[in-house]
């Protein structure tokens, strides 16, 4: 039988008839493990690794630890249920209890409109600019003179804009999600000296934002032991491999991770690459299919401080780079990579052409299930860091995910997942870049 058979069965089991067989079995490791699962059944607090570490001193195979470890993701998933039942009601009445982008109305929300458009100061050769659009959930794409702007979930926007002499406007050009435009144009003040040459293309910055939560202020939520360390070190990877500038949230609210990615999506261009991580508990709602971060202000009885796959969608979707990347390492993460699986075969064969492509890609640990943590990092982020790191040239998203799939279903009973998040945009055929640093590429 396999494992995903397994777990089915396992799913169709009472967690009391389950746990209370362990505990009452004549074999000393499988009485040792029905202690753990029913510690974790009424409080949540034994983690995967104590699992983990049982099976190991006892000499088990890897089959037979993955059969042990898919019992633990059944007790897991119904404890975290029971102990998330107020918030989960609210979401079940209220679907869009959590989000902070508005929700199109399912009689038609009308286009976006530009309410308004002005002047915001000058910096020598620069024209600062504000806006802010209505109906925004409907935006597509903003430009001011071409230029990708960030639009938030309020509908605020801004440029920096190069002013040429002579140059006396500048056009706002808002895309809804019809293809259809809209354009508003304001007098700007040409620069009273010539404006330096624009700065010559080049390759882009690659940031990432990695975000770790593992303490909660609600003491029923568990803390984890891993997601410091998994971001130190997965974190440390990309910069020493790729060439990432990174940026470290540590157990941030919900108010602070939509901060720093409202601060990203200002920041950033076309010819960027951003990455977004997150190490820290999550979960699915059944009855939507939609999946939730839960930073360090989550509560248990209302979902107002999770945070959305919708939310994170439409912040990825704002983001003015083409090449875009979510890693999630949290239980029911899969979520994201439901809309659209990448069909290898037909993705661009370079990465040059790759690049000139949106492409907005997730990756996740697991699917519709719980993931493992682990003694120092999660399974998920020990293969991720050390594919990265054996990276020997430039490399498609696609082929990391193959690899770290390998690796993680090898140990554990979960399945990594990638897939494009269509509501963010994306160009078919595309997938995201992985390029080893200059001075570490090998042929």
């Not at 802010?132 to 409907?138: F, P, Q, V, Y």
């Not at 919900?254 to 190490?279: F, S």
């Not at 790759?354 to 997730?362: K, P």
Request: proline letters at 6%; one cysteine or more; aromatic letters at 6%.
């Amino acid at each position: 039988m396999s494992i995903t058979e397994q777990k089915a069965v396992f799913q169709s089991v009472p967690v009391a008839t389950l746990v209370t067989g362990l505990v009452n079995s004549p074999d000393p490791v499988a009485k040792q493990v029905g202690g753990l699962l029913q510690t974790t059944a009424t409080s949540g607090r034994a983690a995967y690794a104590e699992v983990k570490s049982v099976l190991k001193q006892a000499g088990y195979d890897p089959a037979t630890t993955k059969t042990y470890l898919a019992m633990y993701q059944r007790v897991r998933r119904e404890q975290r249920t029971r102990s998330l039942a107020g918030a989960l009601r609210q979401l079940a009445a209220e679907p869009g209890a959590a989000d902070l982008f508005p929700s199109r109305a399912n009689d038609g929300t009308p286009p976006p409109n530009i309410v308004e458009f002005a002047n915001a100061g000058a910096r020598r050769t620069r024209a600062v600019v504000r806006g802010l659009i209505d109906s925004n959930e409907r935006v597509a794409e903003a430009r001011v003179n071409g230029q990708w702007v960030f639009v938030d979930e309020q509908g605020r926007f801004g440029a920096n804009l190069v002013i040429a002499p002579g140059q006396t406007e500048a056009v706002l050009t808002v895309t809804d999600d019809t293809g259809a435009t809209k354009e508003r144009r304001i007098a700007v003040q040409a620069p009273a000296t010539a404006a330096a040459a624009p700065p010559a293309v080049t390759d882009g910055r690659k940031l990432a934002l990695m975000i770790a939560v593992d303490t909660y202020r609600n003491p029923e939520i568990p803390a984890l032991g891993t997601p410091a360390a998994d971001v130190a070190e997965v974190g440390r990877a990309l910069n020493e491999r790729l060439g990432y500038e990174t940026r470290v949230l540590r157990n941030p609210t919900k108010a602070q991770i939509a901060d720093a990615l409202r601060k990203l999506g200002r920041e950033v261009t076309e010819q960027d690459q951003v990455m977004v991580y997150y190490a820290g508990h999550g979960y699915e709602l059944a009855e939507t299919g939609t999946g939730y971060w839960l930073p360090s202000d989550a509560e248990t009885t209302s979902a107002r401080n999770w945070v959305s796959n919708n939310d994170i969608a439409r912040f990825l979707n704002r983001m003015p780079a083409k090449q875009v990347m979510l890693v999630s390492d949290s239980c029911y993460s899969g979520a994201f990579t439901k809309e659209q699986k990448l069909d290898a075969a037909s993705r661009a064969k370079t990465g040059e052409e790759l690049r000139q492509r949106r492409s907005v890609m997730a990756l996740s640990s697991g699917g519709d299930e719980p993931v493992a943590d682990g003694e120092t990092n999660s399974p998920f982020a020990t293969a991720l860091m050390a594919r990265i790191r054996a990276l020997p040239r430039e490399s498609g998203g696609f082929e990391l995910y193959e690899q770290v799939r390998e690796d993680v279903t090898r140990d554990v009973p979960q399945t990594p997942q990638y897939g494009v998040i269509k509501a963010a945009g994306y160009d078919e055929g595309g997938d995201y870049v992985l390029s080893p640093k200059a001075s570490t590429a090998t042929n």
